[in-house]
């Protein structure tokens, strides 16, 4: 079964600096895709970014980007010059075969003014 | 707004009544989700149809639990006999399916509280 780890259930950055969030997972398929959805306090998921397992080159948006280690089944965040508006719950998914979404326990990031 | 919208957005009830809540996904979309979400964990997904047809559910989906998507537009998830276990966020994604690439775009929730 797949599944998704977030290790750091809470994170915190200095506003202007940079922040990374950690996400495992574990499956035995070879192309499948990954997420990082943002979900604000009391408001609705949003997608931020995703990465297809058959590309290479890590995805990027703006001032968030992944670094994707198919090998070590890593798929980290990263957050560059840090928005008081970046504080929420992260959260880390995997869509599996049967097309619905494994996702992370979440790291709340906090951005300190 | 042409996003996903979910009603009613907060529900209150009491244990053994039957509630139904709905979703209404982005216009184009082919399929729908639905996800329960309880407090601090990520959402943990219940079903999903494609237009009309239900074509996953999770063990999650408890025989008190059905969904439905009649015309391929709405959809609509009734728990019957609620318990307090019930109490959680119901999460309603949608998704235009196309050569295998599918990104879930999500509601606003309903939050649930069973008493």
């Known amino acids: 079964a797949q599944t998704v780890t977030q290790s750091q259930p809470e994170m915190s950055v200095q506003e202007a600096e940079t922040v990374t969030l950690s996400c495992t997972y574990d499956?035995?398929?070879?192309?499948?895709?990954l997420f990082w959805y943002k979900q604000p306090p009391s408001r609705q998921m949003i997608l931020v970014i995703r990465q297809e397992a058959y590309k290479q080159q890590n995805a990027t948006e703006n001032r968030f980007s992944v670094n994707f280690q198919k090998a070590a089944k890593s798929f980290s965040l990263k957050i560059s010059d840090s928005q008081l508006g970046d504080a929420a719950m992260y959260f880390c998914a995997y869509r599996t075969d049967n097309n619905d979404m494994r996702f992370g326990a979440g790291t709340r990031l906090t951005v300190k003014p | 707004d042409t996003g996903v919208s979910q009603d009613p957005r907060h529900k209150i009830t009491k244990r053994g009544q039957n509630v139904t809540f709905r979703c209404d996904p982005i216009s184009e979309h082919n399929r729908l989700y639905w996800y329960r979400q309880t407090l601090g964990q990520g959402p943990e997904f219940l079903t999903y149809?494609?237009?009309?047809?239900?074509?996953?559910k999770s063990r999650l989906l408890s025989d008190r639990f059905s969904a439905e998507r009649p015309k391929g537009s709405f959809s609509t998830l009734e728990i019957q006999r609620t318990e307090q276990g019930d109490s959680a966020m119901y999460l309603c994604?949608?998704?235009?399916?196309?050569?295998?690439?599918?990104?879930?775009?999500f509601g606003p929730g309903t939050r649930l509280t069973v008493l």
């Open positions: 149809f494609q237009n009309e047809a239900q074509l996953e």
């Open positions: 994604a949608s998704s235009l399916w196309r050569e295998a690439t599918d990104t879930q775009y």
């Open positions: 499956t035995s398929e070879s192309d499948y895709y």
